[in-house]
Nanobody, 124 residues
């Protein structure tokens, strides 16, 4: 079993930055691919970024390309999402997720483990 705990969310003004972290525990994440999802009220959950085990392969949703950066520190069992140039449209609950299979995925039900989420609110 894998436990994922997100942190780093909060309230920020438009144009500001936040760095989300996702700490994993319970078992090794060796080989696991990981992703960040978000869900805003009344909207479907979407994958904003995903990353391979080595970090050499990444995916970004068009809406965040050039503004968000996903990274991971496997020695610390931690996933990160650096978010810059935030806009009110980025307001959502952000979740990290991990999957046992060794391929990128952007569909939520292809992930095996989820965190509880962290709220990001961007004011205009």
């Amino acid at each position: 079993q894998v436990q994922l705990v997100e942190s780093g969310g909060g309230l920020v003004q438009a144009g500001g930055s936040l760095r989300l972290s996702c700490a994993a525990s319970g078992r090794t994440l060796f080989g696991f691919y990981m992703g960040w999802f978000r869900q805003a009220p009344g909207r479907e959950r979407e994958c904003v970024a995903a990353i391979s085990w080595s970090g050499s392969t990444t995916y970004y949703a068009d809406s965040v390309k050039g503004r968000f950066t996903i990274s991971r520190d496997n020695a610390k069992n931690t996933l990160y999402l650096q978010m810059n140039s935030l806009t009110p449209e980025d307001t959502a609950v952000y979740y990290c997720a991990s999957r046992r299979r060794t391929s990128l995925a952007i569909i939520g039900n292809e992930y095996d483990y989820w965190g509880q989420g962290t709220q990001v609110t961007v004011s205009s």
